[in-house]
């Protein structure tokens, strides 16, 4: 006898192209609805910060960056300052982020190249943002989407397991994964799809135990099964403000925007980073 996360599956391997079209932008409107206010957790005042905080987010969680960052662009508010800066001072602020030395030679070479290549000005193509230390696709994106308006994917481990779940890729690879989304929904939607799939991700589609008995889009998902059924117990595996919102009310509530940063208070850095938010999957 199939489980129920077979059955779901099998609804939707005959699916075509225009289908599957269909039912992710049917996916989105939903994350839209559900995620009124998803954006990029990672706290920042400019392209400068956001650069340089997404570097930093590999491998640990934006929770984890937040909170050495305002340390950090206190002491280095521009790419000239930082690029000024000592290895072993930076690597002092940073390391509770993991992995600190490698990081702050990245950012220090990051600095260092806005300097001497671009006037300090972080650049707004993915073009020349890739040429800098420690940035890549993703990263690039990042920045582009969120400071520059330059619609662009963000694959990070949150996206790429949706999109898998979701039947929009088969691909483990992160070009592949953002050429088959791409093909999927207009280019204007991109930022937006990403923040609020990385957001479901993060409260809802976990990568052990999703809620899929509180899932709103539990009935167009080829994954629908793989997690928890039961609505009471799935409600609890809900995280953030949906958690906050479940206790106050009964029922998933939308996103909360991160508080503004103030300032006054080896490993690669593309590929397999994690921008998890604040849980470890």
């Given amino acids: 006898m199939l489980s129920v996360a077979e059955k779901s599956r099998r609804r939707f391997l005959e699916e075509t192209q225009l289908g599957r079209t269909r039912r992710a932008r049917?996916?989105?409107?939903?994350?839209?609805?559900?995620?009124?206010?998803?954006?990029?957790?990672?706290d920042h005042r400019d392209a400068f910060e956001l650069l340089v905080a997404t570097v930093l987010s590999a491998q640990t969680t934006d929770i984890r960056v937040n909170s050495v960052t305002p340390a950090l662009f206190r002491a280095y508010p521009d790419a000239p300052a930082l690029s000024a800066a000592t290895r072993e001072d930076v690597e002092e602020i940073i390391r509770p982020t993991g992995f600190y030395r490698a990081k702050a030679r990245s950012i220090v070479g990051l600095a260092q190249a806005l300097v001497e290549d671009f006037?300090?000005?972080?650049?707004?193509?993915?073009?020349?943002?890739?040429?800098?230390?420690?940035?890549?696709?993703?990263?690039?994106?990042?920045?582009?989407?969120?400071?520059?308006?330059?619609?662009?994917?963000?694959?990070?481990?949150?996206?790429?397991?949706?999109?898998?779940?979701?039947?929009?890729?088969?691909?483990?690879?992160?070009?592949?994964?953002?050429?088959?989304?791409?093909?999927?929904?207009?280019?204007?939607?991109?930022?937006?799809?990403?923040?609020?799939?990385?957001?479901?991700?993060?409260r809802i589609c976990h990568a052990r135990t999703p809620a899929c008995g509180a899932c709103p889009i539990s009935a167009l998902c080829p994954s629908f099964g793989e997690g928890e059924l039961d609505e009471s117990r799935a409600r609890r595996l809900l995280r953030f403000e949906l958690a906050e919102g479940e206790a106050r009310s009964g029922k998933p509530g939308g996103g909360s925007r991160v508080a503004p940063m103030r300032t006054d208070g080896p490993p690669t850095t593309e590929g397999g980073a994690r921008t998890d938010g604040g849980d470890a999957r």
Avoid at 26 to 42: G, M, W
Avoid at 173 to 197: G, K, N, Y
């Fill in 26 to 42: 049917k996916i989105h409107r939903i994350l839209a609805e559900t995620y009124p206010d998803a954006h990029a957790e990672l």
């Fill in 119 to 202: 006037d300090g000005e972080v650049p707004a193509s993915l073009e020349q943002l890739v040429t800098l230390p420690g940035v890549g696709r993703k990263t690039a994106n990042v920045v582009l989407g969120n400071v520059f308006d330059v619609p662009g994917l963000t694959i990070d481990t949150h996206f790429a397991r949706l999109a898998r779940r979701f039947l929009w890729t088969e691909s483990d690879s992160a070009e592949r994964i953002e050429q088959d989304v791409a093909a999927l929904f207009p280019r204007r939607d991109w930022t937006m799809l990403s923040h609020r799939v990385i957001w479901h991700g993060r």
